[in-house]
């Protein structure tokens, strides 16, 4: 168990609506990293929180927003969904905004987009 | 722009057998390498890291030296067990490029006994 808690475990969906996916990282860490895996792109890094700001972005759509809240917890939103958004949505956590720390990774939530 | 690339898989070994998965990279500046392992249905996890060049990083009998000058990282492990199926994955991460992660495709190993 990395600490990492992520919900849902499993969403399913239709085209066209928007789903919040929720990350609590792990005690005492800051940065939050939200990350998309397809069996066709792989691992794909989306953005990065740090202690509630936005400190990196990666290959993001639009389409798809997230923020850190106070309590350090945060969310991704993803809306207008699409057949191609099916996937496992993992959220990571580490205690500093560098990169040179370990990522703690929650178990993810799939997403079916129908 | 910074990437990885990871040797194909799958791969299917013997238990007792050697193993390497080839990763090389393409960074500015020098960035930290990692191989993260992934369980069936289970998230990413840290399997070793070096942050510096000639570092070997090691952990459960793997290990993988920063090499700078052929950009390569491979994973490599005297002699895998069954419970050492997974899909292992190579990534770097650099200040230079605003501390993203760039992990590689994965490769599948499967263990036979």
């Known amino acids: 168990d990395s600490g990492v808690t992520q919900t849902p475990k499993h969403l399913i969906t239709a085209t066209g609506q928007r789903v919040t996916l929720r990350c609590s990282p792990r005690s005492g860490d800051l940065s939050v990293y939200w990350y998309q895996q397809s069996l066709d792109q792989g691992l794909q890094f989306l953005i990065q929180y740090y202690n509630g700001e936005e400190r990196a972005k990666g290959n993001i759509l639009e389409r798809f927003s997230a923020q850190q809240f106070p309590d350090l917890h945060s969310e991704l939103n993803l809306s207008s969904l699409e057949l191609g958004d099916s996937a496992l949505y993992f959220c990571a956590s580490t205690p500093g905004a560098t990169s040179s720390y370990e990522q703690y990774f929650g178990p993810g939530t799939r997403l079916t987009v129908t | ?113």
């Open chain 2, 1 to 113: 722009g910074d990437s990885v690339t990871q040797m194909e898989g799958p791969v299917t070994l013997s238990e007792e057998a050697f193993l390497t998965i080839n990763c090389t990279y393409t960074a500015t500046g020098y960035p930290s390498l990692f191989w993260y392992v992934q369980y069936p249905g289970e998230g990413l996890q840290l399997l070793l890291k070096a942050t510096k060049a000639d570092d070997k990083g090691s952990n459960k009998g793997f290990e993988a030296t920063y090499r700078k000058e052929t950009t390569s990282f491979h994973l490599e492990k005297g002699s895998v067990q069954v419970s050492d199926s997974a899909v292992y994955f190579c990534a770097l991460s650099s200040s230079n490029t605003g501390n993203q992660f760039y992990f590689g495709t994965g490769t599948s190993l499967t263990v036979i006994p």
